[in-house]
């Protein structure tokens, strides 16, 4: 889902940061340079567990956005929350399969400052088949509005 989140701020021209796993880890870029070769802005972490990528990039966010399925379940995306919550973050949690999803992420959005930092995550296609590409559009219509005009 962190892949949905990256793309569709390439696609809409969004500057984007933050943290993969050492070498650019993922489950289907796992030899250097992985993800790095098409997100050059990402920075890799010291380690290949991903779940020092989640915390980081929380870490480093101004907020937290995750977005899933109501009956997906993710233990990274479970840590990544719990740590949003821990920091004090503002921190929404969306269903893609819930009416209000947009409306509520969008409300996330416009209490924001402008220039705040979003980290946004939830689970992998692996664990939640069909999640990329329904995140990718859902997270086109959120961001749209941040667009330079």
Request: hydrophobic share 40%.
């Given at each position: 889902?962190?892949r ?36 050059p ?14 915390l ?27 740590e949003?919550?821990?920091l ?26 402008i ?14 088949r ?20």
């Open positions: 889902m962190d949905a989140a990256l793309d569709a701020a390439l696609q809409l021209d969004l500057p984007y940061s933050g943290w993969c796993p050492k070498d650019g880890w993922a489950e289907d870029y796992k030899s250097p340079p992985g993800l790095l070769a098409d997100y802005n990402l920075q890799s972490t010291p380690l290949s567990d991903t779940s020092q990528r989640t980081w990039n929380v870490r480093d966010s101004d907020a937290s956005l995750v977005v899933s399925f109501a009956a997906s379940f993710s233990p990274g995306t479970d840590i990544g929350a719990k949003a919550i821990r004090g973050k503002p921190f929404l949690r969306v269903y893609l399969d819930h009416p209000d999803s947009l409306r509520e992420a969008q409300s996330l959005i416009g209490a924001l400052n220039g705040s930092r979003i980290s946004i995550g939830g689970p992998r296609e692996s664990e939640a069909g999640i990329y590409a329904e995140a990718y559009s859902f997270l086109l219509s959120l961001l749209k509005p941040l667009q330079a005009t």
